[in-house]
């Protein structure tokens, strides 16, 4: 009795220091302020009318005439009677938006880590490294509500399917349930398609281990047991997928009646998105590197400078007004990378890399594995049209890939994977039971491979050109034109 009373008050005032770090994080809150965001700006637009409608009658519309000449508001904030779920997320959710979803974050990843049995203080950090992480926070300003909402839920699925695993049957059958039901209900279907494919390779593991060590019996247990946990959290969203799903059959998603393209020639794919669509933002090879070295391709596609930057000083130094040469320095890009565009870019940090890196060769859980296969698979499916042989092979044979574009986001499992793995190096490292000189060589071993990774960069460096997506709308009347290196500085 004890013991399980000093977890609660452990893990509640865990809670509160994470509900205190979300607060703390997004203060403007706290003032009544609120964070724009350019698509929920749109979405209020689009959705005035059913507001409108809703407020007046007291009735569901189902359909309005706001959105691209008429459309059905089934992904456009549609209330479903009987909607328990959404009742329990709005409890979970319970601070101001944004750091409602910060909060997400935190309180999610630290029930998955508890799952794997890691030390409440490991833990912490863990969640913190997690929802700092800056794709997870660039998102908030573009509006991606849904995915960071679909985001949070993650860790706590994963957690129920490693509780099952554990045989905690029912505590595992419970989280899993409970958590996918929050996930569908989150309502950002790629996100879930993705961990899932992570989860295909946890399961593959598993499986193998299972074969290895002869318990086979255990391992088909628990996949039934989440089979069914899976389906009573998919059940409980069934009235909004089902309607989602009469909504996709007739958009651009859903089979084409068209079989010839704008350009004359016969239509690839009439049954889901075009592989040009899927794949128009795909992450670079080369600018995977920025989620350890940051800004590594450079910023965000629009980012106010200001007057203390050496554009501003070259502006001026050239004769243009300095009103003039500060209101151009107000919106520049300075992403340079083959994407059409991006908010910032994805860095998770080079500790927590390093740490990654050093659990390659410190842990020996199976756990390794999965979480190595899972940032393996998102890296490559994030690359897109710039591995096309991975990315048509995906489009053409795996059910559902072809419904979704910006492959890009598929990173977001690599986001989920690498701090778990550099928890679980930090564990082995404050393992008392594990020898000192296997801790000195798997350092020894990181420490070099960074240390040349480090070198490798600072020597290809001069071989970028820093020519990015926009640097055409740069041209300056009556001016020569400026050198896009003094843009990126």
């Not at 958009?251 to 075009?274: A, F, M, Q, V």
């Not at 690599?414 to 393992?431: H, K, Q, R, Y």
């Not at 290809?460 to 990015?468: I, N, V």
Request: one cysteine or more; hydrophobic letters at 50%.
């Amino acid at each position: 009795m004890q013991t399980g009373l000093k977890a609660f008050f452990i893990h509640f005032f865990v809670a509160v220091f994470f509900v205190i770090a979300a607060v703390a994080y997004f203060s403007p809150v706290l003032q009544g302020k609120i964070l724009y965001q350019n698509d929920i700006a749109q979405y209020t637009g689009m959705a005035k009318e059913q507001n409108d409608f809703r407020k007046k009658t007291g009735e569901e519309p189902y359909w309005t005439n706001s959105a691209f000449g008429g459309m059905p508001t089934y992904q456009l904030g549609a209330y479903y009677p009987h909607n328990y779920v959404k009742k329990l997320d709005s409890l979970i959710r319970f601070l101001p938006r944004p750091a409602d979803y910060l909060f997400l974050y935190f309180i999610g990843f630290y029930i998955l880590l508890c799952c794997m049995k890691v030390d409440y203080r490991l833990a912490i950090l863990g969640a913190l490294a997690f929802g700092f992480s800056t794709y997870l926070i660039i998102i908030f300003g573009a509006g991606h509500n849904a995915k960071a909402h679909a985001l949070g839920y993650l860790p706590m699925l994963l957690g129920g399917i490693i509780l099952v695993f554990r045989k905690k049957y029912l505590w595992g059958f419970l989280l899993a349930s409970i958590a996918m039901a929050l996930e569908v209900q989150a309502n950002h279907y790629q996100m879930t398609y993705y961990f899932m494919l992570m989860v295909l390779i946890l399961g593959g593991v598993y499986l193998y281990d299972a074969i290895r060590k002869k318990y086979l019996k255990h391992f088909f247990i628990s996949v039934g047991i989440l089979l069914v946990a899976v389906t009573l959290g998919i059940a409980t969203n069934a009235t909004g997928l089902m309607a989602t799903k009469e909504y996709a059959d007739w958009s651009t998603r859903g089979k084409s009646e068209l079989t010839i393209d704008p350009n004359g020639g016969t239509k690839e794919n009439t049954g889901g998105l075009s592989k040009e669509y899927i794949t128009q933002w795909s992450y670079g090879i080369t600018e995977s590197l920025n989620l350890f070295v940051p800004r590594l391709l450079g910023g965000a596609s629009n980012e106010d400078l200001g007057k203390d930057s050496k554009t501003f000083e070259y502006l001026v130094e050239r004769g243009l007004p300095r009103n003039r040469a500060l209101e151009f320095t107000e919106g520049l890009p300075l992403y340079w990378g083959t994407q059409p565009g991006t908010s910032g870019p994805a860095y998770i940090g080079a500790i927590i890399f390093f740490l990654f890196f050093l659990g390659l060769f410190l842990v020996q859980k199976k756990a390794k594995w999965w979480l190595l296969g899972g940032t393996i698979l998102s890296l490559m499916m994030s690359w897109g049209k710039n591995f096309s042989l991975f990315t048509d092979f995906m489009i053409d044979y795996f059910p559902l890939y072809d419904k979704f574009r910006a492959v890009s986001s598929a990173q977001v499992v690599l986001e989920l994977c690498a701090p778990v793995l550099a928890v679980l190096a930090l564990v082995a490292i404050f393992d008392p039971n594990l020898e000192k000189v296997k801790k000195m060589i798997a350092l020894k071993y990181t420490f070099f491979a960074f240390l040349g990774l480090g070198v490798l960069l600072f020597v290809l460096k001069g071989m970028f050109d820093f020519e990015g997506y926009s640097d055409e709308n740069l041209r300056i009347t009556g001016m020569e034109e400026l050198p896009l290196s003094l843009i990126h500085i």
